[in-house]
């Protein structure tokens, strides 16, 4: 079965966002199958920490509860796993290239899927607008990649 993982700094704001939102597209797609494994790590995570405050109030709105999601680092055996890797930043993917160099050729930045290269930046500490301007671009870029 296809599996995705997403990969941010700490695995609290934007993976596990972006996790929630690709499953919550997943389970409206009929045409697609139901057997994909969605998840996230942090390059640098905070293990065991919950997500952010208000990735988790911003996503309640949209029904989704990620309360439950627990941080966890990047490891091998989970870039073994995964088919595709999403990072946020452009640092992301450069350092897992350099530490998995044998998961490097499927290890990309979510931005790429819409054909561009940029990094989502983090709204970690920063105010509300900054983590609602964050699940938008990571709602709109996962919408828009999903095809791909």
Known sequence: MPHILFVCTAN???????????R?????RPDLDDSWTV?????WALV??????????LLLARGLDISQKRAQ???????????LVLCMEK??????RLEFPE???????????IGLRYSIPDPY????????????????LITAGLPH
Do not use: W
């Open 12 to 22: 609290i704001c934007r993976s596990p966002v972006a996790e929630a939102l690709l």
């Open 24 to 28: 919550q597209q997943l389970a409206a």
């Open 39 to 43: 998840s996230s790590a942090g390059a």
């Open 48 to 57: 065991n920490h919950p997500p952010a405050f208000l990735s988790q109030q």
């Open 73 to 83: 680092m990047v490891t091998r055996r989970l870039l073994q796993e995964a088919d």
């Open 91 to 96: 640092g992301h993917v450069e350092a897992l």
């Open 103 to 113: 998961s490097a050729g499927k290890t990309f930045l979510l931005s790429e899927m």
């Open 125 to 140: 500490g920063g105010p509300p607008a900054g983590y609602q301007a964050m699940v938008d671009e990571l709602d709109r």
